[in-house]
Nanobody
Framework: VQLQASGGGLVQPGGSLRLSCAASGSVLRLNVMGWYRQAPGKQRELVATHISVGKTNYADSVKGRFTISRDSASNTMSLQMNDLKPEDTAVYYC????????WGQGTQVTVSS
């Protein structure tokens, strides 16, 4: 299984970005896809997850601002990020649990004026 993430960039505070991730290969029907992030000098942390049966989970820091969505038929996932704050600056990693963990290559999100 391989994960390909895209969509990072530089945005001003209050702006929006959309991250996408596509999983290729043999993905189990029951799985979890999600996003983690790691800021400089900090541990990697959960941003949001989406279980294939439809349940979502968000970090408290992004609730109401970020929305995770996915197309299980194509194993693609998106993270719509609105009202971005400087503290959202991090490398964002696409994640998949399908019998084991898989990680994408990471995409940089920078929120700065």
């Amino acid at each position: 299984v391989q994960l390909q993430a895209s969509g990072g960039g530089l945005v001003q505070p209050g702006g929006s970005l959309r991250l996408s991730c596509a999983a290729s290969g043999s993905v189990l029907r029951l799985n979890v896809m999600g996003w983690y992030r790691q800021a400089p000098g900090k541990q990697r942390e959960l941003v949001a997850t989406h279980i294939s049966v439809g349940k979502t989970n968000y970090a408290d820091s992004v609730k109401g601002r970020f929305t995770i969505s996915r197309d299980s038929a194509s194993n693609t996932m998106s993270l719509q990020m609105n009202d971005l704050k400087p503290e959202d600056t991090a490398v964002y990693y696409c994640y998949l649990f399908s019998g084991r963990e898989y990680w994408g290559q990471g995409t940089q999100v920078t929120v700065s004026s």
